[in-house]
């Protein structure tokens, strides 16, 4: 009998693992995991478990390195190990997957810090550029955020495989694709040209249940959904007349579910045959032990009056005003986390 997740993966889903953990990668590749992403709250949480207390003491014992550059550096350690797990994919698809994702540093955009917007533009080219070089099957992850959506064309332009995250909104997507293809456009090759756009699934439905709650309970819970599955359709028309060697592709990411009243595997089996699911560990366990059936639905529209009533009542742009205020939080408090963290491990080395 086939398994969920092979089922999954069999309707045409890449499946990628929201971490870099190398116990999970390792479990997760065996169950047709391809690819993997990394942000501060993973590296964290490796932090924590202990495993990487020598690794710290080695770095750590570095005066010359401050607390930033160990975080850096340890982030490249453990996302490096994740890439040469999915390295045989990127090879076996040249290029078309077998990706591991790394994010480039949140406080860039940090609220409580706030750094000028060329600033912040020319942070994430030099950036994206070191933290790309060298790496076959590294993509840098950039937020749709206004200095992010600047600094792609030319990340682009260098020939950067991009990961454009954060992305709630139409507006934002189009932005992000039309200035990536602008980029790619200035190379001499698209051979290697590769990149993926991250729709963030559940949290517009936490969003439309704390701040729209007139919509009726057919709406109520869909409008994520809805929202993945035309970004989805505009972005395959896009590159159906933008034709490129490599697939450019949307990611369905915060497919974990909020809500205690859904199935772990609602986004999952909602958005399955297509593209990309970054999945939480969590996520594909519930999957896995799910014994559903999954099959294709990425192209199954919802009923048009469940359309017409989401379409009327959410407003989008405040819906991304509210979300990027949010996830740009999001992304900025685990990095000072981090830091603190590794400042008081570093404690027992510089005594």
């Known amino acids: 009998m086939t398994s969920p997740l092979a089922a ?3 309707s045409g889903t890449k499946l990628w ?3 870099v953990d190398p116990d999970l990668v390792q479990a997760n590749r065996a ?6 992403t990394s942000n501060p709250i993973i590296i964290s949480g490796l932090i924590k478990s202990g495993r990487y207390d020598d690794v710290l003491a080695d770095l750590g014992s570095q005066a010359e390195l401050s607390d930033n550059d160990l975080a850096w550096q340890l982030t490249d350690q453990v996302v490096a190990a994740a890439q040469e797990e999915f390295l045989p994919v990127w090879q076996a698809t040249n290029g078309d997957d077998g990706y591991v994702s790394f994010e480039v540093d949140p406080l860039l955009e940090d609220p409580d810090n706030p750094l000028p917007h060329d600033k912040r533009v020319a942070q994430y080219i030099e950036l994206g550029t070191k933290w790309s070089e060298g790496h076959q099957n590294r993509m840098i992850k ?8 600047e600094a792609i064309e030319e990340l682009a ?7 454009v995250t954060l992305i709630f909104t139409y507006r934002q997507y189009q932005a992000a694709r039309d200035a990536v293809w602008r980029g790619a456009q200035r190379r001499t090759s698209l ?4 990149s993926v756009y991250s729709i963030f699934v559940s949290r517009v439905d936490v969003y439309t249940e704390q701040h729209v709650p007139e919509l009726s309970p057919a709406a109520q819970g869909m409008v994520g959904i809805l929202n993945a599955k035309l970004l ?5 028309s896009f590159w159906a007349e933008h034709p490129t060697p490599l697939q450019q592709e949307i990611i369905f990411a915060s497919t974990g579910t909020k809500s205690a009243d859904d199935p772990p595997w609602k986004y999952v089996a909602a958005l399955a045959g297509s593209d990309i699911q970054t999945n939480p560990p969590a996520t594909n366990e519930a999957v896995e032990n799910s014994g559903q059936t999954f099959s294709r639905t990425i192209d199954q529209m919802l009923p048009a009056e469940v359309c017409e009533e989401i379409t009327a009542r959410v407003d989008m742009q405040r819906l991304e005003d509210t979300l990027m205020a949010e996830g740009i939080k999001k992304f900025a408090d685990p990095q000072k986390a981090l830091l603190a963290l590794i400042a008081e491990k570093r404690v027992p080395a510089k005594t």
């Open 8 to 10: 999954l993966i069999h």
């Open 17 to 19: 693992l929201d971490s």
């Open 31 to 36: 169950l047709g995991a391809t690819g993997a």
């Open 142 to 149: 950039v937020p749709a955020t206004p200095a992010g959506l």
């Open 157 to 163: 332009a260098r020939g950067v495989p991009l990961n």
């Open 191 to 194: 051979a290697t040209f590769k």
């Open 232 to 236: 989805w359709q505009d972005n395959q």
